[in-house]
Nanobody, 123 residues
Framework: QVQLVESGGGLVQPGGSLRLSCSASGNISSINDMGWYRQAAGKTRELVAIIIDGGSINYGDSVKGRFTISRDNAKNTVYLQMNSLKPDDTAVYYC?????????????????WGQGTQVTVSS
């Protein structure tokens, strides 16, 4: 129903910056929340940033003050501006979306994931 495609990953030096993009297609009108998660090698997937339906934004503690999430509704695209990058930021970054809809009185939640883009921070 919804397809997510990430771009912008790559290799960057510590202290550098990188900008990720995620484009949504399909039934984009059904999307409520949209954001980013990441998963480093050998670790669990963690929240990076997400924009909640209504406009509020949540950031993971490890990226507060360094990363900025934004959403362009007209282009169906969400961005992640990453500044002051650290080696610990090295991970696969996944675009994420959530849809919520009522089927009768039953609320259905659907999660969508992109295939991921590799970010490597190294000197």
């Amino acid at each position: 129903q919804v397809q997510l495609v990430e771009s912008g990953g790559g290799l960057v030096q510590p202290g550098g910056s990188l900008r990720l993009s995620c484009s949504a297609s399909g039934n984009i009108s059904s999307i409520n929340d949209m954001g980013w998660y990441r998963q480093a090698a050998g670790k669990t997937r963690e929240l990076v940033a997400i924009i909640i339906d209504g406009g509020s934004i949540n950031y993971g503690d490890s990226v507060k003050g360094r990363f900025t999430i934004s959403r362009d509704n007209a282009k169906n695209t969400v961005y992640l501006q990453m500044n002051s990058l650290k080696p610990d930021d090295t991970a696969v970054y996944y675009c994420h979306a959530e849809s919520r809809a009522f089927v009768g009185e039953l609320l259905r939640r659907t999660l969508y994931w992109g295939q991921g883009t590799q970010v490597t921070v190294s000197s």
